[in-house]
């Protein structure tokens, strides 16, 4: 039987899995390697962009975290303020319902917001 490299890569990772459930340290990877053939020189790149890459994702989830905060932030103040509105429309003018002009307005940008944040294509 004969395996292509993606195949050895999965059967590699769910071995190693299952044997050590702890972390490895520098010098265990760099000894798999050797084992393995891999050059010293391909390892150290492919372990500085993975942790690139590792850096990348964790900035990312900060960032997309902040976004979600800031969300929720601008749709309390909406809220809080076209509560106040309406109640203040009720109060003053209850034939004419002017507040919902504010309403559908400051609403349709909230919309968007939201769009923004919880709508977004997956990246590959």
Same mark, same amino acid.
């Given at each position: 039987? *004969?395996?292509?490299?993606?195949? !050895?890569? #999965?059967?590699?990772? $769910?071995?190693? /899995?299952? #044997?050590?459930?702890?972390?490895? &340290?520098?010098?265990?990877? $760099?000894?798999?390697?050797?084992?393995?053939?891999?050059?010293?020189?391909?390892?150290? /790149?492919?372990?500085?962009?993975?942790?690139?890459?590792?850096?990348?994702?964790?900035?990312?989830? /900060?960032? =997309? *975290?902040?976004?979600? #905060?800031?969300?929720?932030?601008?749709?309390?103040?909406?809220?809080? !303020? =076209?509560?106040?509105?309406?109640?203040? =429309?009720?109060?003053? &003018?209850? &034939?004419?319902?002017?507040?919902?002009?504010?309403?559908?307005?400051?609403?349709?940008?909230?919309?968007?917001?939201?769009?923004?944040?919880?709508? /977004?294509? &997956?990246?590959?």
């Amino acid at each position: 039987m *004969t395996y292509d490299s993606e195949d !050895v890569q #999965k059967i590699l990772e $769910i071995a190693l /899995t299952r #044997k050590q459930e702890g972390e490895f &340290s520098r010098e265990q990877l $760099i000894e798999m390697a050797s084992e393995l053939g891999i050059s010293s020189n391909i390892l150290k /790149t492919t372990e500085q962009n993975w942790l690139a890459q590792q850096e990348e994702e964790r900035s990312q989830r /900060t960032f =997309n *975290t902040f976004r979600r #905060k800031a969300f929720w932030a601008h749709f309390v103040s909406f809220l809080a !303020v =076209n509560l106040f509105l309406i109640l203040l =429309n009720l109060i003053t &003018s209850p &034939s004419y319902f002017w507040a919902i002009f504010p309403v559908l307005g400051w609403g349709l940008g909230l919309f968007f917001h939201w769009r923004s944040i919880y709508q /977004t294509k &997956s990246q590959d």
